[in-house]
């Protein structure tokens, strides 16, 4: 099969295994529709602050497991490494999973923000660089309580180390690059209420009420 082919096929692979969402799967179990309450995103933060820590880190552990076999099955089928660097298969397995978690044909195509799904992915892609803007994340929201800030912060470091290391091997700069513009755009409601100082604080009770503020 021609390259392009497998390369498409990697993608809505990925794709779809991106669309199957965790969090309404763990909202539903609980008599909850996630999309209705809270942010009312389907993402790990919304469930977490409606539905508790619990019921927050299986959502968590969905979305990270759906990302990390989306890019194990890229590799399968368009495999390949170099320079310490998962191969395109991964890279676009990995990225149309986040783009089905963000936007997911099953439901509308109201998901969650990526978070899990892309710390999966960069974790996948490139070990070390991944583990480490995974911890600068988790020392973020540690430091300041906000998991908006921290993710942003994971994909911004993740951009920076990949460029300054596989500088000149553009598809692998562009993927970086693409994931960190993703978490901007999902959070972009997110950066207004950080400027604004009313972005909610990890361990804040969402409630359903027109105050809460909403993510579309």
Same mark, same amino acid.
């Given at each position: ?6 390369t ?35 993402? !790990?933060?919304?469930?977490? =602050?409606?539905?508790?820590?619990? +019921? ?18 890229g ?8 320079f ?74 993740? !951009? ?6 596989h ?20 959070h =972009?409601t ?10 909610? +604080? ?15």
């Amino acid at each position: 099969m021609p390259d392009i082919l497998l390369t498409v096929a990697t993608a809505v692979a990925g794709y779809l295994l991106g669309c199957v969402s965790t969090g309404i799967l763990v909202s539903n179990r609980a008599g909850v529709d996630i999309r209705t309450v809270g942010s009312h995103n389907t993402g !790990a933060s919304n469930v977490l =602050r409606v539905l508790g820590l619990k +019921k927050g880190l299986v959502t968590f552990l969905g979305d990270f497991l759906k990302a990390t076999l989306a890019c194990w099955l890229g590799s399968l089928i368009l495999p390949g490494e170099t320079f310490g660097v998962a191969g395109l298969g991964a890279m676009v397995g990995g990225f149309f999973a986040v783009l089905g978690h963000n936007w997911p044909c099953f439901f509308n195509f109201k998901g969650g923000k990526g978070v899990a799904c892309s710390a999966a992915v960069i974790f996948f892609v490139n070990p070390l660089w991944g583990i480490i803007a995974i911890a600068v994340c988790v020392a973020v929201i540690a430091a300041t309580r906000y998991i908006s800030l921290g993710s942003m912060t994971m994909l911004f470091t993740y !951009a920076v180390l990949m460029c300054a290391t596989h500088w000149g091997r553009w598809v692998t700069c562009g993927f970086a690059l693409a994931l960190f513009v993703l978490v901007v755009v999902r959070h =972009r409601t997110n950066i207004t209420r950080l400027l604004n100082g009313t972005e909610n +604080k990890i361990g804040h009770k969402a409630a359903d009420s027109p105050d809460t503020p909403r993510d579309e």
